[in-house]
């Protein structure tokens, strides 16, 4: 059995939403990735094991976060990172790479940023929901562009909807694309 699965989307008409890449891994004892800098967004979601995430917030102080089972984690543009699969029980995630115009406001809205990149879903049950949805994207890689860019907006509406750290955020009103 294949220990990652990873999968490039094959089109880049989208501008709301717009996935670039997905996948996940069972890492090997102490695999990691980094540092490194992304060019979008990069969510990951731990399905299993223990791991590390450095990242550096937005004034360049660097943050260790020690993750498990059904949190996850946010790495932004631009922000440097590095994570670490566990020495004895190392992690399994699955990810999903993606942007768009409206990106960052939803992202607000599910509690994370450069400077809060951890997620946390309010149970257990929700957590399993998340991770399906993502698991999805490796498993239907096939789908047509349509139809993938149309699960990231559900994938994007439950990573907001099931956060226990979940923003109340003013949405603009009709005015305001006016001025």
Known sequence: MKDHFHA????????????????WEAC???????PFIREHFLFHYVISGYGTLYSHDSDGEIHE????????????PGQINLYTADETQPWTYVWLEFDGMRVKENLLKAGLDQDSPIYSPHSAKQGRLLREQMLYFTQNASRSTLHLVGRLFMFLDD??????NRRETNDKKEYDYYI
């Open 8 to 23: 490039i989307f094959p089109n880049d008409d989208y501008l709301d939403l717009r996935p670039y890449q997905y996948g």
């Open 28 to 34: 090997a004892p102490l695999h990691s990735f980094g």
């Open 65 to 76: 976060y020690r993750l498990g089972e059904d949190r996850g984690f946010l790495i932004c």
């Open 159 to 164: 990573l907001i909807e099931f956060s226990a």
